[in-house]
C-alpha cells in the first residue's frame, strides 16, 4: 500500500475523529441533563419527590402557574376562614382535605363551624378537624347560607327551608321560630398581606419535583421545541457510539 494512500486513510480518520468530537461536544449537555433527572427520579421516593414541592416563583411562573384571584372569606373574630380553589385556609393554615363552595363560618364557644361542599366541619381554634359532618349525618342538602339567631341557636337555609342542629350536631330539625331574627353571615374581603400570603401558599403546593423532573428528563421543560432537541441528542449519543467504534476499530488495524 503506497505512502499516499496511507496519508489519505489517516486524513479520513482524522476528519472522522473531529466529525466525532463535535457530536461529542454538541449532546454533551443534554446527556448530562437525562443522566443526572434519570437518577433522581430512580431514587423518588426516597427524596419523596413525587410529594415535595416547588417554591421557586421563576419555575412557577415558567409554568404559568398563578394563585386564583377570587376567593371566599368569612371573619370570625380576629380569624379568617378562606377557600381558594379546593383549599381551605383559618388564617394561613391549611385545612386538611379538598373543598369547595364555601357558604358561611360561625363561632360557637371555642369552636368553629364552617359550612362548605354541603358538609359542616367542626374545627376547633387552632384548625384541628373535630368532626367533618355529611348527607349521612343528616346534614340537610343545598345549604346556601349560615347563621346565628338572637338566642344563639345555629340556623342553616336551604332553598326548601330553615334548619337547626342540636347542641352535639346529632340530629337536624326545621327552624319553626318565626319571631327571632337570624343574623346570616356575609363573606369580607381579604386584608392585601393575608391574601398575597394565601396565593404564595397556594402556588407553592402545586407543582411537585417530580413533575418538573419528568419534564427535564424528556425535554418537555424547554417547551415545544425541547423533545424534538433532546430526540437529535438521543441520535447524536447513537452516532457517538458507532463512529467512536469505528475509530476504535481502524486505529487497531
Same mark, same amino acid.
Given at each position: 500500500?503506497?505512502?499516499? +494512500? +496511507?496519508?489519505?486513510?489517516?486524513?479520513?480518520?482524522?476528519?472522522?475523529?473531529?466529525?466525532?468530537?463535535?457530536?461529542?461536544?454538541?449532546?454533551?449537555?443534554?446527556?448530562?441533563?437525562?443522566? *443526572?433527572?434519570? /437518577?433522581?427520579?430512580? +431514587?423518588?421516593?426516597?427524596?419523596?419527590?413525587?410529594?415535595?414541592?416547588?417554591?421557586?416563583?421563576?419555575?412557577? !411562573?415558567?409554568?404559568?402557574?398563578?394563585?386564583?384571584?377570587?376567593?371566599?372569606?368569612?371573619?370570625?373574630?380576629?380569624?379568617?376562614?378562606?377557600?381558594?380553589?379546593?383549599?381551605?385556609?383559618?388564617? $394561613?393554615?391549611?385545612? @386538611?382535605?379538598?373543598?369547595?363552595?364555601?357558604?358561611? *363560618?360561625?363561632?360557637?364557644?371555642?369552636?368553629?363551624?364552617?359550612? *362548605?361542599?354541603?358538609?359542616?366541619?367542626?374545627?376547633?381554634?387552632?384548625?384541628?378537624?373535630?368532626?367533618?359532618?355529611?348527607?349521612? !349525618?343528616?346534614?340537610?342538602?343545598?345549604?346556601?347560607?349560615?347563621?346565628?339567631? @338572637?338566642?344563639?341557636?345555629?340556623?342553616?337555609?336551604?332553598?326548601?327551608?330553615?334548619?337547626?342542629?342540636?347542641?352535639?350536631?346529632?340530629?337536624?330539625?326545621?327552624?319553626? !321560630?318565626?319571631?327571632?331574627?337570624?343574623?346570616?353571615?356575609?363573606?369580607?374581603?381579604?386584608?392585601?398581606?393575608?391574601?398575597?400570603?394565601?396565593?404564595?401558599?397556594?402556588?407553592? @403546593? *402545586?407543582?411537585?419535583?417530580?413533575?418538573?423532573?419528568? !419534564?427535564? +428528563?424528556?425535554?418537555?421543560?424547554?417547551?415545544?421545541?425541547?423533545?424534538?432537541?433532546?430526540?437529535?441528542?438521543?441520535?447524536?449519543? /447513537?452516532?457517538?457510539?458507532?463512529?467512536?467504534?469505528?475509530?476504535?476499530?481502524?486505529? $487497531?488495524?
Amino acid at each position: 500500500m503506497s505512502r499516499q +494512500h +496511507h496519508r489519505k486513510q489517516r486524513f479520513k480518520l482524522r476528519s472522522f475523529y473531529v466529525w466525532h468530537r463535535y457530536m461529542g461536544v454538541s449532546a454533551a449537555l443534554f446527556t448530562l441533563v437525562i443522566a *443526572v433527572t434519570g /437518577i433522581l427520579l430512580n +431514587h423518588t421516593e426516597d427524596f419523596q419527590f413525587d410529594s415535595r414541592h416547588i417554591r421557586a416563583d421563576w419555575i412557577l !411562573d415558567w409554568y404559568g402557574i398563578e394563585a386564583p384571584q377570587d376567593m371566599k372569606s368569612f371573619r370570625v373574630g380576629e380569624r379568617h376562614i378562606t377557600l381558594m380553589g379546593e383549599h381551605l385556609y383559618l388564617n $394561613r393554615k391549611e385545612i @386538611e382535605g379538598s373543598y369547595r363552595d364555601l357558604v358561611g *363560618v360561625l363561632q360557637k364557644s371555642d369552636m368553629f363551624i364552617i359550612a *362548605v361542599s354541603d358538609n359542616i366541619l367542626l374545627l376547633t381554634q387552632r384548625g384541628e378537624l373535630i368532626e367533618r359532618l355529611q348527607g349521612k !349525618d343528616g346534614i340537610p342538602a343545598g345549604i346556601l347560607q349560615v347563621g346565628l339567631d @338572637e338566642n344563639g341557636t345555629v340556623v342553616v337555609r336551604t332553598s326548601l327551608d330553615r334548619y337547626q342542629p342540636d347542641n352535639d350536631f346529632l340530629r337536624w330539625s326545621r327552624y319553626e !321560630d318565626n319571631t327571632t331574627t337570624v343574623h346570616w353571615v356575609q363573606p369580607e374581603p381579604l386584608e392585601p398581606r393575608l391574601k398575597s400570603s394565601l396565593q404564595q401558599h397556594f402556588r407553592g @403546593e *402545586v407543582l411537585p419535583v417530580e413533575r418538573v423532573l419528568l !419534564d427535564l +428528563h424528556s425535554g418537555r421543560f424547554f417547551g415545544r421545541p425541547g423533545p424534538w432537541l433532546f430526540d437529535i441528542a438521543a441520535l447524536l449519543l /447513537i452516532l457517538l457510539s458507532l463512529s467512536g467504534t469505528w475509530i476504535w476499530l481502524k486505529r $487497531r488495524r
